[in-house]
């Protein structure tokens, strides 16, 4: 049930009574008395014909307008003086949802038009009141979460607010072996989940687990051949002073002799160690203690095991509030309950809801910002544990409002509810990581899969990493899976893939970073290149018309035990239309425009002698939109447009390409017995339409401009 507030003509002024209020109402001689936290208007309006039937619909129409609904016009002056009179509804709008923040403020008798609706208010997700005004997200409280309070008389099916606060009691624990114990027989709703389930295989499993048996003294524990039922861990380090306690050369042999020291241990390893005896569970995974820290060759092995030891493991634990390792994550969650800006609102529950029930009632909305839901976790900036996410099967997630079960089936609070994250992160489709036991689904469509593996790209790239050389270690594992459906390692490029590798090079940064990584990491092709969060250019993969072919592609990795990890270099070889180009300024928005030298001035310059790129570049009538990469290359001369594709739409999509030598930190060579010159991506372009390329001169002759270029 989503319920959206629409909030419009902010500063349009129309003349007429400044305490004005117009919209469908209610004879309130139907109505249950008014209670003393709303005004007359609101308790007749929204709290009667929206919030008491929550089954009017509203729909978005092209152009941004929305139609259908609960819809009501008011005056700010009328907003004002009810709000003062304390009224909630109005409060609500003049506080924390700061509607009137602009300059100069609204006068008293502008006029909102307020528009309400819903989908369904028997939906499963959670009910969310959003809040715009102009089409716009307002600075302060811009999303409620609602629920029915719990002392409003309701039916039973109608929700009633999460009331677990305490998560270390017995209680909580066993709400958890419940949803385990559905998931795993595969009870109703989780029928996918046991055939979904993986098998572990030999050289699969983690080499080393702490035997938590003893709550006061967990030892290290060699698996040697074995396969326990085991729980692992994600969480964030933080910084080095955090986590004192890991397994080395010199400690590892008194750690599987006599254990460790729990008061030694930071708090986020005790309660992981808390939580796994509470379940039942023996055995616990973690990386700090199960991998040997300084041993080279332990972590390449144990590393390229990473994917499996969290698809193998019966639960995931993720600490997701504690931002350190001496955090801890159970701590008493916090009371969901109005805070004081936000007050509860009132509502009318109609006697048509219950048979039982004759007569309008009264009932309580809890509100609650949801921001304090929905915002980022400590775990969602990490890079390693989105993939240590995304390859459990099962994870139990601590997060710093509500307890979190996910599985195959759904992501419920630990009470059962439905729960939907604002911006939750992808799931890898079932295809992906299906077991060779389950019965698979043939054929696997190549757009779901190219989807799939851009979703998530989109929710890594931007996370963050203490060590920026494990840019491609700590995806490694999702690659791998991936790989699967994809052709293995034969068909991954440093983050693109072989069979899709024209449109995997079509990736831009809607905020160029300032410069790429200091040390070389990735080709110049590659988005693991740079930090920061990339998207897809085009996802028309069935569709396109290409414009370029790959020649030739190979990359050189830092160890061949972690395939799809660090490389030390790569290049690509393509054929494709190379036209000279400039890069304007940025405007007063910082947008930048690519111009395309004309053919006629192409065919000049080579008839003149020049190289191609030597000469002026053409109209600027024409122009594709560019994105640079990285701010550092924003001032090099000479660069082209490498076209790629052209979309259904007519819009052709590329790179913008400089010569290898042009970068400031030498990072870019050209590749050993490549007589050709080399270039480097130095961003991506689109929106050039037919029409531009006819005005340049190059409709019908963009074979001129072939050529054979190298990438590194």
Excluded at 152 to 175: E, I, N, Y
Excluded at 230 to 249: D, E, F, N
Excluded at 354 to 368: C, E, I, R
Excluded at 673 to 702: C, K, M, N, T, V
């Amino acid at each position: 049930m989503r319920l959206i507030t629409f909030l419009n003509d902010l500063s349009r002024h129309v003349p007429g009574r400044k305490d004005y209020w117009k919209g469908p109402s209610v004879d309130p001689r139907t109505l249950p008395a008014k209670p003393p936290t709303i005004c007359e208007d609101c308790w007749r309006g929204p709290c009667t014909q929206l919030f008491g039937l929550l089954s009017k619909q509203i729909v978005l129409k092209k152009g941004g307008r929305y139609t259908g609904g609960y819809a009501y016009t008011v005056s700010w002056a009328m907003i004002e003086s009810s709000a003062r009179s304390g009224c909630v509804w109005c409060m609500l709008l003049v506080g924390p949802a700061q509607i009137a923040d602009t300059e100069p403020p609204p006068k008293p008798d502008h006029r909102f038009n307020v528009r309400l609706g819903t989908d369904s208010w028997r939906s499963e997700s959670a009910p969310i009141i959003d809040i715009y005004v102009n089409d716009q997200v307002p600075k302060g409280c811009n999303a409620l979460h609602i629920w029915v309070a719990a002392e409003t008389p309701l039916p039973a099916s109608m929700r009633k607010p999460p009331m677990l606060t305490g998560v270390r009691s017995t209680h909580v624990f066993d709400l958890v072996k419940a949803e385990l114990n559905c998931c795993t027989h595969g009870e109703v709703g989780h029928e996918g989940c046991r055939l979904e389930a993986p098998v572990p295989s030999s050289g699969t499993f983690p080499s080393r687990l702490v035997n938590c048996s003893d709550a006061d003294r967990p030892r290290l524990v060699e698996t040697n051949g074995a396969r326990p039922l085991y729980v692992a861990l994600s969480y964030v380090w933080g910084p080095p002073l955090a986590q004192p306690c890991r397994t080395r050369m010199a400690n590892v042999e008194e750690y599987t002799l006599h254990g460790f020291n729990l008061k030694a241990l930071p708090q986020t390893i005790r309660d992981a160690i808390y939580v796994t005896r509470a379940l039942g569970f023996q055995y616990l995974w973690l990386d700090s203690l199960c991998i040997i820290q300084d041993s080279d060759e332990d972590k390449h092995r144990e590393m390229a095991r990473m994917r499996n030891v969290y698809r193998h493991a019966y639960l995931t634990i993720i600490a997701a509030s504690a931002s350190s390792a001496s955090e801890g994550f159970l701590q008493d969650l916090p009371v969901l309950s109005s805070p004081p800006t936000i007050s509860a609102l009132p509502f009318t529950i109609p006697a048509r809801l219950d048979s039982q029930q004759q007569k309008s009632q009264t009932g309580s909305l809890v509100a609650v910002d949801a921001r304090r839901l929905d915002n980022a976790e400590p775990v969602d900036r990490r890079a390693w544990c989105l993939q240590e996410l995304l390859m459990s099967f099962r994870s139990l997630i601590y997060t710093s409002s509500v307890l979190l079960y996910r599985c195959p089936a759904d992501t419920v609070t630990i009470e059962g509810e439905h729960y939907k994250k604002g911006r939750d992160v992808p799931r890898l489709p079932s295809f992906i990581s299906r077991p060779a036991t389950c019965p698979s689904i043939s054929p696997i469509p190549a757009g779901d899969v190219h989807k799939a593996w851009w979703d998530v790209v989109e929710a890594y790239s931007g996370r963050d990493l203490s060590y920026p050389s494990d840019k491609f270690v700590a995806c490694a594992g999702l690659a791998e899976e991936f790989g699967r459906v994809r052709g293995g390692l034969e068909n991954y490029l440093c983050g693109l893939w072989r069979d899709t590798l024209l449109h995997d090079l079509l990736w831009y940064l809607r905020r160029p970073v300032e410069a790429r990584a200091k040390e070389y990491r990735a080709p110049s092709w590659s988005w693991a290149s740079l930090d920061g969060a990339v998207r897809r250019g085009t996802s028309w993969l069935e569709h396109d018309r290409p414009l370029a072919e790959v020649v030739g592609a190979a990359v050189k990795l830092v160890d061949k035990r972690v395939p799809f990890g660090a490389v030390t270099g790569g290049h690509l070889v393509l054929r494709v239309p190379f036209i000279p180009a400039a890069i304007t300024p940025p405007d007063e928005y910082g947008r930048r425009r690519l111009l395309l030298q004309t053919a006629e001035q192409a065919r000049s310059d080579l008839s003149g002698g020049k190289d191609r790129g030597g000469g002026p570049i053409g109209d600027r009538k024409y122009w594709a939109r560019a994105y640079l990469d990285a701010i550092e290359d924003a001032e090099v001369d000479q660069v082209w447009a490498a076209l790629i594709h052209t979309d259904p739409r007519g819009r052709t999509h590329g790179l913008i390409v400089a010569l290898a030598d042009t970068d400031p930190r030498k990072r870019y060579k050209a590749p050993c017995g490549h007589s050709r010159r080399a270039y480097r991506r130095i961003g991506y372009f689109d929106g050039l339409y037919p029409d531009d390329l006819e005005g340049l001169g190059w409709d019908g002759r963009i074979a001129e401009a072939m050529a054979g270029i190298t990438l590194v």
